[in-house]
């Protein structure tokens, strides 16, 4: 009690135990996030799943095209346009289909995909599960025999990491294609030697590092979020909707965040 | 008695430091409707969950036809799963999925019929519970008393030996409670099912229910029929009736003790008042109940409470029920020889407008083999300031004498 009270008095022991204490919460969530995604894994390849992972893969992917498109396509006229006046400077702008193909293809593709999707479904997975959860569906799945976290959470994993590969090749076409519009188009690069850099300077390596990037992220992301959802009700001071609410946003932060830190994970593995 | 289907020995749980469930101990017999009662956060629902594996208990067995269920195997588990159905208070539908799709989804997810014979028994559900117009519509275009069908449809589908049913007339009107309260009674009787039901609903759940539970401060208080309830004189049961009280008694429309007990300390703070006088009504609760059954009973107390309650209050009384069978009326300005000649005048009325129209009520079987009496007494006391409540009803019970009466002479009134 004593040495509590000196402690509380202590700013440097106040910032270790705040410190401690959030670190050991920090560490414990991603454990438990990582046994709850472990659960769903083994739960994917239970039966009459499919057609729940057609529906999801819909929903996720196939919905999520859109504005994938848009973002990938703006992205890629940006992208030629800072890179033209870049590479003009030292009369490079040659090779502005390989700087745009590495850059979409390696980096911002899957990044980026990852951020997108996150924003449009995986803040719709959180929330959809939170709200099963708040008005009792989940344990009124339960009471059915139907197990939630077959039915609910594991069609939403697999359909993420179905749809984020797919998605990521989807947007570094598009994203192409955009610098192309811009490069070629509008700033006058010769269309063949645009196309002939995309050609010869992607490897498969770095489409490789791309695919085990989306994967990656597909994993995360769509555990985040069913992980965010699922256990909204045991969040401390959130009730109801408050606590749907707080799980959405909590669920978009985290998953925008580890995308980020998965990113320069996976690239220091592979480069 | 039978065996019980279900019964728990000496069941435990708390959630952190809270004890819930304090040592339970109590039976659930097949084919009976079992109500849980108790205040709010005494633990009914998780009881409840309890039976259906929701929870476990830290201490205690729970017994499934005289098995522990927590020692079953995998397959009895299951196989004991699947004989449960738990109807929960909002229904829990999904509401991305229809009707027909809510209702098909334990069939379509647990078992492995052919989509044809799913279709068939889901349909079968539908049409018994008059669901016909509504198999394609989504839970959220349904009325209340709608949704309550569908997921008594859906808890249905699978035949369970036993439904679980979570407060299913909480938040309704007066009427639709009996009205959902009656759907209970009347597919129970048509499926067999052996129902367990959490209500608030006193009395009308009574009307319904063969076994009633009283859960009071984690442990069994009362465990017994309604009739068995009824002739019990026992303080646990007069508290947990003031427990439900709103702001009016809903039986009668007299005040809540709650509302009185305030209304009664500000008119006596109040200087101008020179004198108050009390009467206490009562109407011998368990002698009718013997003589014509609990809701004959309550409904003699019901129009009883309403006639009282109009006639006092426009001459200034105010009224409230203070235990089942017993009302009493303050009347502020008034001597106790003057509430004394009010109330000879009341007694009048009574018989004359209220009482003669007690065969009518609902329930009530006059005839020839069946004839009854009603004796309403009533004690005056004045009262004198810092006067408890319970005090003026002691003085007042001390005092009673027949003020009105109802007699029946093969059907007719005498």
Redesign the interface.
């Known amino acids: 009690m004593e040495e509590r009270s000196i402690g509380h008095k202590n700013p440097l022991a106040l910032f270790f135990n705040l410190v401690g204490r959030k670190t050991v919460r920090i560490v414990a969530d991603l454990g438990a996030i990582l046994i709850f995604f472990a659960i769903a894994f083994v739960k994917i390849f239970q039966r009459?799943q499919i057609r729940e992972i057609i529906q999801q893969v819909f929903y996720i992917g196939a919905k999520s095209s859109g504005i994938v498109t848009l973002v990938a396509l703006f992205t890629g006229m940006v992208l030629g346009l800072q890179l033209f006046y870049t590479l003009i400077k030292f009369g490079s702008e040659g090779v502005l289909g390989s700087a745009i193909a590495l850059s979409l293809v390696r980096e911002l593709g899957p990044v980026l995909t990852a951020i997108m999707i996150t924003a449009r479904a995986g803040s719709a997975m959180a929330a959809e599960i939170g709200i099963l959860r708040i008005?009792?569906?989940i344990?009124?799945l339960?009471?059915?025999?139907?197990d939630p976290m077959r039915?609910v959470v594991s069609p939403k994993i697999v359909a993420s990491i179905i749809s984020f590969p797919l998605l990521t090749a989807f947007f570094d076409l598009v994203g192409i294609l955009g610098g192309y519009l811009t490069g070629v188009v509008l700033l006058g690069v010769n269309g063949g030697a645009y196309l002939y850099r995309v050609q010869s300077s992607l490897v498969m390596s770095d489409v490789r590092g791309g695919f085990i990037k989306a994967l990656v992220f597909g994993a995360i992301v769509s555990t985040i979020c069913c992980y965010q959802g699922y256990f909204c009700h045991i969040r401390n001071g959130h009730h109801g909707a408050k606590a749907v609410s707080v799980a959405t946003t909590s669920a978009v932060v985290m998953s925008c965040v580890m995308v980020l830190i998965a990113d320069y994970v996976v690239t220091s593995f592979i480069m | 008695m039978d065996a019980p289907l279900v019964e728990f020995r000496d069941v435990t749980k708390g959630f952190g430091d809270r004890i819930v469930l304090n040592g339970i101990n109590l039976k659930i017999y097949e084919n009976q409707i079992t109500t849980i009662i108790g205040k709010s956060g005494s633990g009914k629902s998780v009881l409840l969950k309890h039976i259906i594996g929701l929870l476990k208990p830290d201490d205690g067995v729970i017994l499934f036809q005289g098995k522990p269920v927590l020692a079953m195997k995998k397959s009895e588990w299951n196989e004991y799963r699947s004989q449960v159905s738990y109807l929960f208070q909002d229904n829990a539908l999904f509401d991305s999925m229809s009707v027909f799709e809510n209702i098909a989804l334990p069939l379509r997810q647990t078992t492995n019929l052919k989509k044809k014979e799913i279709e068939s028994r889901v349909l079968q559900r539908i049409e018994d519970l008059e669901l016909s117009e509504a198999a394609d519509k989504y839970p959220s275009e349904l009325s209340g008393g709608m949704q309550k069908r569908v997921a008594l449809a859906r808890a249905l589908v699978t035949n369970p030996k036993i439904v679980l049913f979570d407060e299913p007339t909480t938040g309704q009107d007066p009427i639709r409670k009996n009205v959902i309260l009656s759907m209970i009674a009347h597919y129970r009787r048509k499926f067999g099912f052996t129902a367990v039901l959490i209500s608030h609903d006193i009395p009308d759940v009574y009307f319904i229910s063969d076994r009633i539970i009283l859960l009071w401060e984690g442990k069994v208080g009362f465990e017994g029929s309604y009739d068995e309830l009824a002739v019990l004189k026992h303080p646990l049961v007069d508290e947990f009736l003031r427990s439900l009280e709103g702001f009016r008694d809903e039986l009668t429309g007299l005040l809540s003790k709650e509302v009185f007990r305030s209304r009664y300390a500000s008119t006596l703070g109040a200087r101008t008042v020179p004198s108050v006088s009390a009467a206490l009504f009562s109407v011998e609760f368990d002698r009718l109940n013997e003589a014509l059954g609990p809701q004959a009973a309550v409904a003699v107390v019901s129009a009883l409470g309403d006639y009282t309650n109009r006639y006092f209050s426009g001459l200034g009384g105010f009224s409230a029920r203070q235990s089942r069978d017993q009302i009493l009326t303050i009347f502020p300005h008034t001597t106790a020889e003057e509430a004394r000649k009010m109330i000879d005048e009341f007694g009048k009325k009574l018989e004359e407008e209220a009482i003669a129209g007690i065969q009518d009520l609902p329930g009530i079987k006059a005839g020839v083999n069946h004839c009854f009496e009603v004796y309403v007494r009533a004690g005056i006391t004045e009262v004198s300031p810092g006067d408890e409540i319970k005090e003026i009803i002691d003085k007042a019970a001390s005092r009673q004498d027949i003020v009105a009466t109802h007699r029946c002479e093969f059907g007719g009134t005498a």
């Open positions: 009459k008005s009792e569906q344990d009124a339960y009471t059915m025999r139907i039915f």
